[in-house]
Structures are given as structure tokens and as C-alpha cells.
T-cell receptor
Framework: NAGVTQTPKFQVLKTGQSMTLQCAQDMNHEYMSWYRQDPGMGLRLIHYSVGAGITDQGEVPNGYNVSRSTTEDFPLRLLSAAPSQTSVYFC??????????FGSGTRLTVV | EDKVVQSPLSLVVHEGDTVTLNCSYEVTNFRSLLWYKQEKKAPTFLFMLTSSGIEKKSGRLSSILDKKELFSILNITATQTGDSAIYLCASFSGGGADGLTFGKGTHLIIQP
């Protein structure tokens, strides 16, 4: 039982490049979400999914796409990276009222 | 709009001191309040509080919720350098996109 697995751990992109941050969980959680964490800003929700085939926007969705074709996987796509997207990204899953489990994070730098 | 405010934003104390971290919230359809500890990587779960006045304890850490005054505190006694971390407070509500609204965190530094 690996929990929530995020890859890669670190990534440097050039402005305008695209990439996909991977997130997978093996706990059969229906609910998954992506957050970004910036200094002094706490965690802010980007997109979330309440189950396979269902996604919705969070607080800061612009510049990001998601899809949920399986219960296990919830990738986050950056369409055209911008320096403002330099951040630490966390994927999380949960079941029920508590039990949020976070991945170990992806540190993304856009130059 | 749901709001969670933590104070102080940063705190430096000496090993052995007791610290109190504060979290106030304004949340529609409030259901519970959660505390997380974040060291270098992912936040790790500490407590979930649902009922007022019932203290939750884990070792040197304890937390309590006041639903009338809309706040929670996290206490750490006999602090150790390993307690240095960012402590995040989050409210869980029945509405909203995610139901989980985070504060900005308290950056706690324990000096030897």
C-alpha cells in the first residue's frame, strides 16, 4: 500500500513548455485533488475529482488541465508553463470526512 | 467565501518552551477542523476536531476547538528541535469545491 505517489519530485521547465505531473493512489479513494503551495500562501486548490470521469475547478485552475480516466490516477497538465506556475504541487486523496492523504510533492521551477 | 486565519505566521522559541498556535475560521456549513504538520515534504495529519471543548492529545501535542468563538488552538509542550515545521490548519465544510480550506500556516522554529 504505497498511498499517494507523485512523480516527478523535481522539474525545471522553460516558459511555454508543457508537461504532466503524475499522481496515483492505491487506496481506492474516490476523491482526489491537486494543490499548489507558495510561500506565505498556504495550500490552494487547483482542480479536484470526485470519481472517475468527473473533474471540476478549484480556486486557481487557470493554466492547468486534469482528467480522471481511472480511480487510481489523476494527472495534472500544464499547457504552456509560465514563471507564475513555479510552485510546489501536492496531490491528495481522501475518503469520507477525514483521511486526507498527501503525496510527497513536486517542486516545479519555470524559467 | 470560507476563510481560515492562522497566527502567528512565524514563531521562534527555545527548546523546552511551550507554544500555542492559533487558528480562526469563518466557514459555511462547518463540519470539522484539521491540523497538519509539514516538514520538508507532504503535510502529515495531526488532529481532526469536530466537537467543542473536547481536547485531543497525542504525546506533547494537544488541540481543542471552540465552535462558539470559531477558533482552535494547537499546543505543544516541552518543545524539541524536531517540532520545527509549518503547522497548517484547515477547515472542512459540507459545501464548496473541496470542502477543505487551508490557512497560510505557522512556521515554527525551535532553537536548541
Amino acid at each position: 500500500n504505497a498511498g499517494v505517489t507523485q512523480t516527478p519530485k523535481f522539474q525545471v521547465l522553460k516558459t511555454g513548455q508543457s508537461m504532466t505531473l503524475q499522481c496515483a493512489q492505491d487506496m481506492n479513494h474516490e476523491y482526489m485533488s491537486w494543490y499548489r503551495q507558495d510561500p506565505g500562501m498556504g495550500l490552494r486548490l487547483i482542480h479536484y475529482s470526485v470519481g472517475a470521469g468527473i473533474t471540476d475547478q478549484g480556486e486557481v485552475p487557470n493554466g492547468y488541465n486534469v482528467s480522471r480516466s481511472t480511480t487510481e490516477d489523476f494527472p495534472l497538465r500544464l499547457l504552456s508553463a509560465a514563471p507564475s506556475q513555479t510552485s510546489v504541487y501536492f496531490c491528495a486523496s481522501k475518503t469520507g470526512i477525514d483521511g486526507y492523504t498527501f503525496g510527497s510533492g513536486t517542486r516545479l521551477t519555470v524559467v | 467565501e470560507d476563510k481560515v486565519v492562522q497566527s502567528p505566521l512565524s514563531l521562534v522559541v527555545h527548546e523546552g518552551d511551550t507554544v500555542t498556535l492559533n487558528c480562526s475560521y469563518e466557514v459555511t456549513n462547518f463540519r470539522s477542523l484539521l491540523w497538519y504538520k509539514q516538514e520538508k515534504k507532504a503535510p502529515t495529519f495531526l488532529f481532526m476536531l469536530t466537537s467543542s471543548g473536547i481536547e485531543k492529545k497525542s504525546g506533547r501535542l494537544s488541540s481543542i476547538l471552540d465552535k462558539k468563538e470559531l477558533f482552535s488552538i494547537l499546543n505543544i509542550t516541552a518543545t524539541q528541535t524536531g517540532d520545527s515545521a509549518i503547522y497548517l490548519c484547515a477547515s472542512f465544510s459540507g459545501g464548496g469545491a473541496d470542502g477543505l480550506t487551508f490557512g497560510k500556516g505557522t512556521h515554527l522554529i525551535i532553537q536548541p
